[in-house]
Nanobody, 114 residues
């Protein structure tokens, strides 16, 4: 399973970015599909997850600002990030699980300037 993220970059506080995560196969075969992030000197943390049925879960710090979605036809998961804050600066990783194994993308850097 290969996961490839894109869409990171540098944005001013209050701005928006949309991250994409493409998968090498059908996203229906993956569970635990979601986005995580890791800031310098901190542990990786959950940002948002989405089930095959479309149910979503968000970290309290991003609720109301971020939206996770999936396009099954394109085997892609998205993370729309609005009202970005400097504390959102991190490397964002896409995650998927299959047969008890975890798969991660290479990460995409998001930097929010104040």
């Amino acid at each position: 399973v290969q996961l490839v993220e894109s869409g990171g970059g540098l944005v001013q506080a209050g701005g928006s970015l949309r991250l994409s995560c493409g998968t090498s196969g059908s996203i229906f075969s993956l569970d635990g599909l979601g986005w995580y992030r890791q800031a310098p000197g901190k542990q990786r943390e959950l940002v948002a997850t989405i089930t095959s049925g479309g149910s979503t879960n968000y970290a309290d710090s991003v609720k109301g600002r971020f939206t996770i979605s999936r396009d099954n036809a394109k085997n892609t998961v998205y993370l729309q990030m609005n009202s970005l804050k400097p504390e959102d600066t991190a490397v964002y990783y896409c995650h998927g699980g299959k047969f008890g194994l975890s798969y991660w993308g290479q990460g995409t850097q998001v930097t929010v300037s104040s």
